[in-house]
């Protein structure tokens, strides 16, 4: 480890500037005689302080969540260093789950939720289950979903939108490009309830009068 510097001052100053200094003794001791983890927690404890451990702790703390692999850990920690520079970051993101992704491509959803819940708590989830409460709806598609992620930032969000229309159910099949009223009745009784229908209740009434012409009844 020290053949390389000049000095113990120069190995520390090393030492020091590595975002995971444990992981750094422990690979850089080579094969034959590897270094263990413990014994480079010690050796960097002892060098530079408590203070250096911080990044190595969190890396535990990330490899503690199901799903989450080494690589895809050591990737993340190649972004994002520390626990605080990580929870910068995905509080400033609009969909922090896919922004895990986007930065790990083989990690999916379901571990990404896990680790945005570890760093910024349940409250941050919001969007999440936005995204989710809509992928649930009975026959609304995965791209129909995705077409009101891009418009509405959250349930009330989307709540409000659908409000201001006068025929809601037209407002979700034409922002989701849907063939027919059936799944974007469902995507507004799921936010509004069946409150939410009156328009369409009224509109089936007036269709379903004989002899008047759906274009006379629009």
Same mark, same amino acid.
């Given at each position: ?12 100053? +090393? ?17 034959? &005689? ?5 014994? +480079? ?23 503690? $969540? ?24 995905? +509080? ?12 790990? +491509?083989?990690?999916? &959803? $379901? ?21 989710? &409460? ?38 979700? $099949? ?45």
């Amino acid at each position: 480890l020290l053949k390389s510097y000049r000095s113990m001052k120069a190995f520390i100053t +090393a030492l020091e500037s590595k975002s995971d200094p444990v992981e750094w003794l422990v690979n850089g001791s080579g094969t034959t &005689r590897k270094l263990q983890t413990p014994c +480079a927690i010690r050796v960097v404890e002892t060098l530079a302080g408590q203070a250096a451990l911080e990044t190595h702790k969190f890396r535990d703390r990330l490899l503690s $969540i199901n799903g989450l692999t080494a690589p895809v850990v050591t990737k993340l920690l190649g972004v994002t260093p520390t626990e605080e520079e990580l929870a910068s970051i995905l +509080a400033n993101e609009k969909d922090p789950v896919g922004w895990v992704q986007t930065q790990c +491509a083989l990690v999916s &959803r $379901i571990p990404a939720k896990a680790l945005v819940k570890e760093v910024l708590g349940e409250s941050n989830l919001r969007y999440e289950q936005f995204r989710e &409460r809509l992928f649930s709806i009975p026959g609304f598609s995965p791209a129909g979903a995705a077409r009101l992620l891009a418009v509405a930032s959250s349930e009330e969000d989307l709540s409000a939108k659908l409000c201001d229309q006068k025929d809601p159910v037209g407002w979700v $099949i034409e922002t989701c490009s849907l063939k027919g009223r059936r799944a974007g009745a469902a995507v507004v009784v799921e936010f509004l309830g069946q409150s939410g229908l009156r328009f369409e209740e009224f509109r089936e009434g007036l269709e379903s009068i004989s002899g008047l012409s759906p274009s006379n009844a629009a």
